[in-house]
């Protein structure tokens, strides 16, 4: 089916470029073979386990299970600036919080590539790669209805 062979659900808005006639930039792609993660790094439908919507204190929006975190990780770095990933969060010792001694230890990103995939899926409700809803056109329902229909044709 020639008709359906990309549809971008996801763009970022650039509105630190408004007035320069550039369009936002695709955070979301779905092609026959995955999903194209900010026009760099494709998710093959093999590597997708789960889709679905997340929300926790800090937003809500799509989530994205790997079958195999670690290894598509070890390949795929980003920078990403729409989706959110545990291999990017980056943790800065000096805070005052952890000069005090404060720090909520459940906030503390482990070290470990392993632990830290845990930890990612405790705070998202199970996801590795997280989409902020106001990156997603139309809705998060029908951008998961959208990637579970192109997985089905041509997983």
Do not use: C
Not at 2 to 16: E, F, H
Not at 57 to 63: A, K, T
Not at 112 to 135: N, Q, S
Request: aromatic share 10%; hydrophobic share 40%.
């Amino acid at each position: 089916d020639g008709a359906m062979t990309q549809l971008v659900i996801a763009r970022r808005a650039a509105w630190w470029k408004a007035g320069l006639g550039r369009a936002p930039q695709p955070v979301l792609t779905l092609r026959p073979g995955g999903i194209l993660l900010e026009g760099t790094d494709l998710i093959p439908w093999g590597d997708l386990d789960a889709v679905g919507e997340f929300a926790t204190e800090y937003g809500r929006g799509l989530g994205l299970r790997l079958r195999d975190p670690l290894t598509w990780y070890a390949d795929h770095h980003g920078p990403w600036h729409a989706v959110y990933s545990v291999v990017a969060i980056g943790r800065n010792p000096a805070q005052l919080a952890d000069l005090f001694g404060v720090r909520d230890p459940d906030q503390v990103v482990p070290g470990e590539p392993d632990a830290r995939v845990a930890w990612a899926r405790r705070k998202t409700g199970g996801w590795d790669l997280t989409i902020p809803d106001r990156e997603i056109a139309g809705d998060v329902r029908g951008a998961v209805a959208a990637i579970e229909e192109y997985r089905r044709r041509y997983a």
